[in-house]
T-cell receptor
Framework: QKEVEQDPGPLSVPEGAIVSLNCTYS??????FMWYRQYSRKGPELLMY????GNKEDGRFTAQVDKSSKYISLFIRDSQPSDSATYLC?????????FGKGTRLHILP | KAGVTQTPRYLIKTRGQQVTLSCSPI?????VSWYQQTPGQGLQFLFE???????NKGNFPGRFSGRQFSNSRSEMNVSTLELGDSALYLC?????????????FGEGSRLTVL
């Protein structure tokens, strides 16, 4: 079992829909949770980060962490075609950042 | 402010050869990390350098090595290339690394091994 599991998709949703992206993890040592977005032929860029369980909101994006279930989510409201990208969850432990494989998201106009 | 620059962007090698990839971090950033990205394994951590010292290492064979120079520029080398080394190699810089260091990625060097 990999430390961080993420469904690779692809996930296709119509413009304006709410998108839910998820990751599970197995190691309780993870203490810091992040979401990166990667456009085609580009490097990943940090979207959001959080330390604690609960929700963190930034514009149309909400990151949710449930440490008891070892589950994190990223919600995108009012999705736009420009949100089409690969979304990678990432988690920090022991001076290393471990990434999920990424979920490919397509927003259909 | 210039971003992270990686060279070359694309390269093709044959099995058994070696390759050197270069990374120039954002000015002022002292930490440089290297990652391998493949469709099957995703983004995997290779190593991190901070102030010319390797601070952390992933689970890759010794054929993968790196170094960092006094100006924070970094190089990684892969010797005796194998077909499975075909991947996108990403460099990321941060001011301090560690838990508080947001990673800024370059666009990557895409290596194809024939």
């Amino acid at each position: 079992q990999k430390e961080v599991e993420q469904d690779p998709g692809p996930l296709s949703v119509p413009e304006g829909a709410i998108v839910s992206l998820n990751c599970t993890y197995s190691n309780s040592a993870f203490q810091y949770f992040m979401w990166y977005r990667q456009y085609s032929r580009k490097g990943p860029e940090l979207l959001m980060y959080t330390y604690s369980s609960g929700n963190k909101e930034d514009g149309r994006f909400t990151a949710q962490v449930d440490k008891s279930s070892k589950y994190i989510s990223l919600f995108i409201r009012d999705s736009q075609p420009s949100d089409s990208a690969t979304y990678l969850c990432a988690m920090y432990r022991d001076d290393k950042i471990i990434f999920g494989k990424g979920t490919r998201l397509h927003i259909l106009p | 402010k210039a971003g992270v620059t990686q060279t070359p962007r694309y390269l093709i090698k044959t099995r058994g050869q070696q390759v050197t990839l270069s990374c120039s971090p954002i000015s002022g950033h002292r930490s440089v990390s290297w990652y391998q990205q493949t469709p099957g394994q995703g983004l995997q951590f290779l190593f991190e350098y901070f102030s010319e010292t390797q601070r952390n290492k992933g689970n890759f064979p010794g054929r993968f090595s790196g170094r960092q120079f006094s100006n924070s520029r970094s190089e990684m080398n892969v010797s005796t290339l194998e077909l499975g080394d075909s991947a996108l190699y990403l460099c990321a810089s941060s001011f301090s690394g560690g838990i508080t260091g947001e990673l800024f990625f370059g666009e990557g060097s895409r290596l194809t091994v024939l």
